[in-house]
Structure formats: structure tokens, C-alpha cells
T-cell receptor, first 116, second 112 residues
């Protein structure tokens, strides 16, 4: 089956630093990738949608200058949390969708971010 | 406002019994609904999809029903096993927005 990987699986950083999270589709071409954030005991909240080669579309309330998304290839999207603060600590999950397969999203294993 | 509600309390059942989880939604007209399993510290894993014109879908020990009049989906696991213990999420897909919106999930605990 289709596999989506994320790296790193967890990261601890100091407040004010930037953190980059990678999301890769391993055996298919992901024309669309999604980034979600999940706080403890809460639902997955969509942060942004990115299409390969285009600028990401951010959900209401998500700061695009803080959460930089790049989807430069059909197998890789990155999320950079700039100037991270403790309130950015969360579980970040990406998912990927193939062209023409709108119904199916494959999720990555998630990245746990802890900002001290 | 749009809401997707799942029972926030954990569901505890005995091994071998049927677990039934509920997903209710308001102010949505989803094209389809999906159920996912999520284990602690992991991403969601897709289980089943049911479209708006379908009443029921089955896959092995899993069964999903979809009532667009009641705006409700039920997710059943028959002959439950301790390995079924996890959080189960429902997600609605709206064609107009082309994105999934998730419920908060219900934690299922199957005991021996």
C-alpha cells in the first residue's frame, strides 16, 4: 500500500528556533499534500493544503509566515515552524493524495514537536 | 456552525462483543464519510469509506452505516479483540471544499 513518511519523528528545540519537518510519499506521486496539527485529546486540525509547484492554501487562523510550507516535488513537502514558541508544541501530521484519487489520503506517522 | 461529534468518553467493552461508535454531524452535506483508526503517537490509518448514497459498508469485522437524514454514521467492530483498542476518528469530505474534516475521536478499550 501507499506509504507516507515523516522526518523527524520527534524534535525538541529551544524557543525562538526554527524547525523543519519533512513529509515524503514513498511509492506514489502526491500532487496534493495536507498538514494537520493535533493537540492532546483533540481532533486533527487542518493547517494548510499544498499542491505541487503552487503556494499553499492556509486555513483560517493559521499564520502563513509562521508555518512555511514548500511542496517543490511530487514526493516531498516540508513544513517549517519559524521562531517556534512553547504554544507551537504539538503533534504535526501530513497526508498525501494522488492525482485523480480524491477520496484517498494517506497519512504519515506524525512528528512530535516540543518547544522549550 | 458546522460540527462533527463523537462520544468523547472512552468506550470499554469485553473481548468478543460488538463495539458500536457514533459520529453525528450538523450543517454538513458530505459527499462521503470515512473512518480512521489512530494509535497513540501515530498518524491515522484509513479503515472504511461510505458515500452519501450508500447505507452500509462492510470490511471483514468492520461495518459502517450512513444515515444522511439523521446525519449520523455508526461504526461497528464485531468479535472485538484487545488489538482493536485505539481511538477511532470519523471524517467528512465536502466536495465544495475538497478537504476532510475530522471528529474528535472515540477511544475504544477492549478488555479480556
Amino acid at each position: 500500500g501507499a506509504v507516507v513518511s515523516q522526518h523527524p519523528s520527534w524534535v525538541i528545540c529551544k524557543s525562538g528556533t526554527s524547525v523543519k519537518i519533512e513529509c515524503r510519499s514513498l511509492d506514489f506521486q502526491a500532487t496534493t499534500m495536507f498538514w494537520y496539527r493535533q493537540f492532546p485529546k483533540q481532533s486533527l486540525m487542518l493547517m494548510a493544503t499544498s499542491n505541487e509547484g503552487s503556494k499553499a492554501t492556509y486555513e483560517q487562523g493559521v499564520e502563513k509566515d509562521k508555518f512555511l510550507i514548500n511542496h517543490a516535488s511530487l514526493t516531498l513537502s516540508t513544513l517549517t515552524v519559524t521562531s517556534a514558541h512553547p504554544e507551537d508544541s504539538s503533534f504535526y501530521i501530513c497526508s498525501a493524495r494522488e492525482l485523480g484519487r480524491q477520496e484517498t489520503q494517506y497519512f504519515g506517522p506524525g512528528t512530535r514537536l516540543l518547544v522549550l | 456552525s458546522q460540527k462533527i461529534e463523537q462520544n468523547s468518553e472512552a468506550l470499554n467493552i469485553q473481548e468478543g462483543k460488538t463495539a458500536t461508535l457514533t459520529c453525528n454531524y450538523t450543517n454538513y452535506s458530505p459527499a462521503y464519510l470515512q473512518w480512521y483508526r489512530q494509535d497513540p503517537g501515530r498518524g491515522p490509518v484509513f479503515l472504511l469509506l461510505i458515500r452519501e448514497n450508500e447505507k452500509e459498508k462492510r470490511k471483514e469485522r468492520l461495518k459502517v452505516t450512513f444515515d444522511t437524514t439523521l446525519k449520523q454514521s455508526l461504526f461497528h467492530i464485531t468479535a472485538s479483540q484487545p488489538a482493536d483498542s485505539a481511538t477511532y476518528l470519523c471524517a467528512l469530505f465536502r466536495s465544495t471544499a475538497s478537504k476532510l474534516t475530522f471528529g474528535t475521536g472515540t477511544r475504544l478499550q477492549v478488555t479480556l
